[in-house]
């Protein structure tokens, strides 16, 4: 018997104010959208409630995170359990006196299963070219120190956020560990950059799904935010020669919704069995510092 599982990525638009609020709607619009098209998980882009506020340096940070449950995001994570939807909701989590860029993730019934906090945290210089605001998310984002993988209706999952993507050895680590599917909530920009970014911008999440068997969801932001612009193109990927099931536009916020069939990752894995010719042994180096 087929296992599936229909998964939502849900695209949203730039943000342009510092009131958290605002987004709340706008969120529960997209859980119903993907409501009615039959989904069973949701995951939004990274940090989606807030501006990309670590494009700039301000000593003001504390208003952008949470620490959840809050009162602020509360509809929304009722808004799912109303569709017995689960859900990815990444977020910027203030965990005493730490500060992280996480994912919490919840099942069908709105109880959380966990959270996944960023592993690698970037900074990225500013330039002259149109969009290049540069970013620095190493001054206010603490690095996690976990790859955990998450039961979800006995399907694995696991997430990485936005730059952990650019690592082949985080999604490699969560599929050793049994994922199935790793969703990969992204906020990634163009910073001015066509040759590095945008027309790059499918290579890296296609080879996670390939070069490890696993369906990769990944979510972005999209539109100008400010002159900082987002590109959109939100994907959800099948193991099976990376083949794209869903790819969104640049401009516009957007659900988009695929049904898995859990099949494809015994035949990914089977018909390029890195499993069976893996040589660990030879590997200790990436360990390394």
């Known amino acids: 018997m087929a296992r599936t599982i229909t998964v939502a990525a849900a695209q949203t638009g730039p943000v342009l104010t510092d009131d958290l609020s605002a987004q709340v709607a706008p969120a529960c619009e997209m859980i119903d959208q993907a409501a009615r098209q039959g989904a069973d998980v949701i995951c939004f882009p990274e940090v989606f409630m807030t501006p990309f506020f670590p494009n700039r340096l301000i000593d003001d940070f504390d208003k952008y995170f949470l620490t959840l449950p809050d009162p602020l995001t509360d509809p929304i994570f009722e808004r799912a359990a109303r569709h017995s939807m689960a859900m990815v909701f990444p977020y910027a989590e203030r965990c005493g006196s730490h500060y992280y860029n996480a994912a919490a993730i919840t099942d069908r019934s709105g ?51 936005c730059y952990d993507r650019k690592f082949p050895e985080g999604c490699r680590a969560l599929a050793i560990a049994g994922a199935e599917i790793v969703f990969i909530p992204i906020c990634a920009a163009t910073y001015g950059e066509q040759k590095l970014r945008a027309e790059t911008w499918e290579l890296p ?40 099931m869903a790819l969104g536009g640049s401009e516009e916020p957007e659900v988009l919704v695929a049904t898995l069939d859990l099949d494809d990752v015994r035949v990914a894995q089977k018909s390029l069995p890195w499993w069976r010719d893996r040589r660990p042994e030879l590997y200790a180096t990436l360990a390394g510092t």
């Open 111 to 161: 109880k959380l299963l966990g959270t996944y906090r960023k592993t690698h945290i970037p900074a990225i210089l500013p330039s002259k070219a149109r969009g290049g605001t540069g970013s620095y998310e190493k001054f206010y984002f603490t690095p996690g120190d976990a790859l955990p993988v998450f039961d979800l209706d006995g399907i694995r999952i696991g997430v990485q956020i």
């Open 205 to 244: 999440i296609q080879a996670r799904a390939y070069e490890n068997g696993v369906f990769v969801v990944a979510p972005n932001r999209a539109g100008d935010e400010h002159g900082r612009l987002h590109m959109g193109k939100s994907m959800i990927v099948n193991p099976v020669g990376a083949e794209t």
